[in-house]
């Protein structure tokens, strides 16, 4: 009798192991991106969870849409951005940040997608001319963002969300690793960093001019870097 229950209790550990691997699994796209920049190399994953956005950027990615774009504006302790085609070999001092493919993606909000550091999320337009909160078609941001402490988040909570209270779990984050939570189902994040947060914080660290724009270009190369299941 008791080597029946040891093996049963075998096979439901079994079994729980082999779901939470299939969970993993599905929570990534198996394509994994490299972000070569001036400052150092960016891996980034795609959430599965948010397929427009995953899709498309991959589909700029093979056009070779992001070669020799800049992060046109990058803010301390916030974001670094990217993705407008008209950085390309923009002049000094130039405005950057009004540039796209043309097209707009519909909103992917996920509660269990959010602003910590190293997510990869689509800038937009404004509330006030896009209240569907549609993406940018091209342009995205990586989020540095900074550690809260409970009174901050509570103030968050209050003065950023309206109200809306942020789960336990992504409130432990913001308390470790940091982010920028008053983002959170604001903007569409679709993807993580898997590794080279210290690039993310190098090129938020940047000397920048009144419009957030590095005074030295920070060029970037987006491409494939392999498919492998997770």
């Given at each position: 009798m008791l080597q029946k229950l040891l093996i049963i209790s075998l096979i439901i550990f079994l079994t729980a192991c082999t779901a939470t691997r299939n969970a993993n699994k599905s929570i990534y796209s198996p394509v994994r991106i490299l972000l070569s920049t001036d400052s150092g190399d960016i891996v980034?994953?795609?959430?599965?969870?948010?397929?427009?956005?995953?899709?498309?950027?991959?589909?700029l990615v093979k056009q070779k849409y992001f070669d020799s774009i800049l992060f046109h504006r990058v803010i301390k302790n916030f974001m670094i951005q990217a993705g407008d085609p008209n950085s390309k070999n923009a002049l000094p001092k130039i405005q950057l940040g009004?540039?796209?493919?043309g097209y707009t993606l519909p909103a992917e909000?996920?509660?269990?997608?959010?602003?910590?550091?190293?997510?990869?999320?689509?800038?937009?337009?404004?509330d006030n001319e896009n209240p569907?909160?549609?993406?940018?078609?091209?342009?995205?941001?990586?989020?540095?963002?900074?550690?809260?402490?409970?009174?901050?988040?509570?103030s968050v909570e209050t003065f950023r969300l309206k109200g809306r209270k942020l789960p336990l779990v992504h409130r432990e984050v913001?308390?470790?690793?940091g982010g920028s939570p008053h983002l959170d189902m604001g903007y569409t994040v679709f993807g993580?960093?898997?590794?080279?947060?210290?690039?993310?914080?190098?090129?938020?660290?940047a000397d920048r001019d009144a419009n957030n724009r590095p005074l030295t270009d920070i060029k970037l190369?987006?491409?494939?870097?392999k498919k492998r299941n997770r």
């Amino acid at each position: 009798m008791l080597q029946k229950l040891l093996i049963i209790s075998l096979i439901i550990f079994l079994t729980a192991c082999t779901a939470t691997r299939n969970a993993n699994k599905s929570i990534y796209s198996p394509v994994r991106i490299l972000l070569s920049t001036d400052s150092g190399d960016i891996v980034l994953r795609l959430y599965n969870k948010t397929p427009l956005h995953r899709d498309n950027f991959i589909k700029l990615v093979k056009q070779k849409y992001f070669d020799s774009i800049l992060f046109h504006r990058v803010i301390k302790n916030f974001m670094i951005q990217a993705g407008d085609p008209n950085s390309k070999n923009a002049l000094p001092k130039i405005q950057l940040g009004n540039g796209g493919p043309g097209y707009t993606l519909p909103a992917e909000f996920d509660s269990s997608l959010f602003h910590k550091k190293g997510a990869l999320a689509a800038a937009r337009m404004g509330d006030n001319e896009n209240p569907l909160k549609a993406s940018s078609g091209s342009q995205f941001y990586i989020v540095q963002g900074k550690v809260f402490n409970d009174a901050g988040l509570d103030s968050v909570e209050t003065f950023r969300l309206k109200g809306r209270k942020l789960p336990l779990v992504h409130r432990e984050v913001y308390k470790t690793i940091g982010g920028s939570p008053h983002l959170d189902m604001g903007y569409t994040v679709f993807g993580e960093v898997e590794s080279g947060l210290q690039v993310v914080d190098k090129i938020a660290a940047a000397d920048r001019d009144a419009n957030n724009r590095p005074l030295t270009d920070i060029k970037l190369r987006i491409r494939i870097l392999k498919k492998r299941n997770r």
